[in-house]
């Protein structure tokens, strides 16, 4: 696909609580792209390893409270006038709630370590959800990139790889070939998701 450069990037927000490692693959994978752009790395944990990321690349960040992301549109406002375009959560352990669902439809977008509808819903998050994985049997686990909706790892699914479970695999050992595949993939099919949504992008930067 062609692309046309306008007077506008799209300006991707990214939501981490825990280390970034995510977060960093996806800041080094647009930093010299002329049309995207990580504006924003918004946090839920003041130790979180994503805001030392954020620094070294100087990307500004956003500390978030929970009553205000609850209960108000403030951030909402702070989104939109920091011209975000989309949100991308990587390892953001807060319910995303309706009213910010619903400012950004279709423009929200998660990574869940596993193969959903699988091993997802409240309480799935991190080794959790490894550990299920192990204890259930299955001999194959791997991500899911999906967009957001009102309910956990519920929206439409983007993209799924595999992994094998493999015997003697612990929960940290299956969380590194997660990892893999997370670093591998999840910038390119953030990449491809805006090119071929031009419609959702329209101040941005495709035509
Ligand atoms: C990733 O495995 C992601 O899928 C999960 O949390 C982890 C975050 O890792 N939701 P990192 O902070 O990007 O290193």
Known sequence: MQLCRMQKKVNIAIFASGAGSNAEKII????????????????????????????????????????????????????????????????????????LVAAFQGRIINIHPALLPKFGGKGMYGHFVHEAVIESGDTESGISIHLVDDHYDHGRTLFQATCLVEAGDDADKLAGKIHQLEHAHFSEVIEQYIIEHPELFSNGSFL
Do not use: C
């Open 28 to 99: 080094q994978h647009f930093e010299n792209n002329p049309a995207i752009q990580v504006k924003l790395v918004v946090s839920n944990k003041k130790e979180a390893g994503v805001l030392t990321i954020a620094a070294a690349y100087q990307i500004p960040t956003l500390m978030i409270q929970r009553s205000l992301f609850n209960e108000t549109d403030d951030y909402i406002h702070l989104l939109k006038e920091a011209q975000i375009d989309l949100i991308i959560l990587a390892g953001f352990l807060w319910k995303v709630p309706s009213n």
